[in-house]
């Protein structure tokens, strides 16, 4: 216990800082070839190692253009709470809603809808409870869009309205997605976004268009036949 607490004090302050941090520690065999979860007991720390995976420069800007057309961004991440936190700093999300895996293990179906739509980051979280989060988010009323891009988001990807995927990511995950980006970027997203709107916009007035050449064809014919 006195060794444990320095560690995982050490742990938590990396953590809060965004790095992912493991642990590693070692343990003399000597001539045994096999292993079992048995002998992972008694083993002496080393040290750790951290790693830092700062997200992109123009993150902040990108949510902001997506929060201005409408689009609210929810991050899920296998990452621990604190990790998660400090990344959501960084992207400019304020006041961060967060719940962890083992929290949302303890909800209930009903329980989950009633506070899906409002946190912000869902931490600590286990491959099959991303497909739990994205129906309860189009339970709710949501059109959801799902981003990701490892062989755990398969399930989530074809749940959403729209998966997507890039195009780096294994193969299970592009076959599961709707739409495969060739640029690892956010922003795509928020320039997908506009000209999907104003094609929308564009094919609505045409077919508005249609349909009142067609009434005055209708009225017309009526005239004619009168």
């Given amino acids: 216990a006195m060794v444990r607490n320095p560690i995982q004090q050490h742990f938590e302050e990396f953590s809060s800082k965004g790095f992912r941090t493991l642990g590693v520690a070692y343990k003399n065999m000597g001539a045994e070839s096999r292993m079992s979860k048995v002998d992972e007991a008694g083993m002496t720390f080393l040290g750790f190692l951290v790693l830092f995976d700062p997200p992109k420069a123009n993150i902040i800007e990108t949510i902001t253009g997506l929060k201005n057309l409408g689009v609210a961004l929810k991050i899920i991440t296998g990452d621990n709470h604190l990790v998660a ?10 006041n961060t809603k967060i719940l962890t895996g083992p929290d949302l293990r303890q909800l209930s179906d ?14 600590e979280i286990e491959p099959n409870q991303k497909e739990r989060i994205i129906l309860a988010l189009k339970k709710t009323g949501n ?22 995927s890039v195009e780096s990511a294994v193969d299970v995950a592009k076959e599961a997605a709707d739409i495969v980006l060739l640029e690892k970027d956010l922003g795509v997203l928020v320039q997908g976004v506009r000209e999907g709107r104003t094609t929308f916009a564009n094919t609505l007035k045409y077919v508005f268009m249609a349909t009142s050449a067609n009434f005055g064809n209708m009225f017309s014919m009526a005239g004619v036949s009168l």
């Fill in 85 to 94: 936190a400090n990344v959501s700093q960084q992207m400019g999300l304020s």
């Fill in 110 to 123: 009903g329980a989950l809808l009633r506070r899906v739509v409002d946190v912000d980051v869902f931490a």
């Fill in 143 to 164: 059109v959801v869009g799902y981003m990701g891009d490892g062989i755990n988001d398969a399930s989530a990807l074809h749940a959403a309205d729209v998966g997507i």
